[in-house]
């Protein structure tokens, strides 16, 4: 604990740091339970696209080895991302992206001279990419919470655990310190006049 000096200034400075510190304290910890709940909500986003892109990739196996068919052009080039767009949006304080849609650029290939499963695997790869691209930003999303949630637990535990009881501890121990001064001004004066007094008596003959 810092040394504080054990006068009334001091005194009026930790009171008004106390009050600020017990006023803020409840915002935080307001924004620390906000946090909490849009973290856990987007975990679970992120396990359900998980899910989703596992169904998709089970729908796949069932085709996927006729990929090892000659084609004409290689499967890489069928399916290509040509835009992702991304919005932002203010949670608790913090801008975290969010998926708003995706544009595919799709190879102009003949539906009469390719395998008919092309157009399965056309649609499915859409699919998994666009949770795949889902599944990135939300994760990007996760990070800047739970960034923002750690640096807000750090900050309550602070108020909580180290300033506000420092602030409480400095203004006690003001108190007692100018309480001990005023009760030592009182007994001084008292002695003085006790001097003052004996010194006016007249001496006895």
Known sequence: MAEIKLNKTEQKKQKNLLGQLTKYLPTLQLKKQQLQVEVDGVRTGAEDLMREMQKVCDSMSSWSALLSQPL????????????VVKTSENIAGVEVPLFESISFSILDYSYLFTPVWLDRAVVEFEALI????KYKIIKEKLSLLEEELRQTN????????????????????????????EIAAICNAKIAKDKLEKKDLPEAV
Do not use: A
Request: proline letters at 5%; aromatic letters at 6%; charged letters at 35%.
């Open 130 to 133: 666009t949770l795949r691209e």
């Open 72 to 83: 004409p052009f290689s499967v890489s080039s069928l399916v290509k991302v040509k835009e």
């Open 154 to 181: 750090i900050k309550v535990n602070l108020f909580e655990k180290r300033m506000i009881p420092e602030c409480r501890e400095n203004i006690r121990r003001i108190k007692i310190f100018l309480g001990d001064q």
